[in-house]
């Protein structure tokens, strides 16, 4: 039961994507084979932007069960990252897509349209996620969206149900406005989360 409830969560916070943008997204592209640069005296010098590279000391365990646990956790990131970048990307596009929709009408059709599409591309896979999964997951939202899950269904939902459906989960454990903790509480999570993205684990 706890896991279906999650899962039916989890989906609608997939389709959480009628907010306002709290930042402009740019690109900065430039024509293929041509490349930044900046002329010094006759000399033209290339400018290349190489990758951050990130250096961890080895993790000491105190125990095997620790290291266990540790283990675990590189497997749920592993396994939960991918959602929320999907979360994250879905609200920019979405949002730039609704902006050029006529009015409210058109854009509530497409919203019903999309939530129909995302329940049956995801139900399957999200209803395979533990119940620690999914807390992680929402923490992950927060770090890729910048907003707790809480906030994202409150502007998708309302005050009243995103307010219900934080306390469901608190009843479970786990709380809807939970706030990533990087430098904090979070921050073996973001190690991961950061050697993951890098492929170093």
Not at 1 to 28: E, G, P, S
Not at 102 to 113: C, G, S
């Amino acid at each position: 039961m706890v896991r279906i409830i999650l899962y039916i969560f989890l989906l609608f916070l997939v389709c959480c994507i009628k907010i306002n943008a709290q930042q402009t997204f740019k690109m900065n592209t430039l024509p293929e084979n041509y490349y930044k640069a900046y002329v010094n005296g006759k000399d033209t010098i290339a400018i290349i932007n190489l990758r951050e590279v990130y250096v961890f000391p080895k993790v000491k365990f105190k125990n095997k069960r620790e290291e266990q646990k540790y283990n675990k956790l590189v497997r749920d990131v592993k396994r939960t990252l991918p959602y929320a970048k999907m979360v994250y990307e879905t609200l920019i596009e979405t949002y730039e897509y609704m902006e050029t929709l006529p009015n409210e009408k058109a854009r509530q059709a497409h919203l019903k349209l999309m939530e129909k599409d995302l329940f049956k591309q995801y139900k399957p896979e999200l209803k395979k996620l533990s119940f620690s999964q999914g807390k992680l997951l929402i923490k992950l939202i927060d770090r890729e969206c910048n907003q707790s899950s809480y906030n994202l269904l409150k502007a998708y939902l309302g005050s009243f149900r995103a307010g219900f459906w934080n306390i469901f989960a608190g009843m479970f454990g786990a709380s809807l406005k939970s706030e990533y903790d990087p430098k904090g509480k979070d921050a073996l999570t973001e190690r991961i989360v950061i050697m993951v993205e890098n492929g170093l684990i």
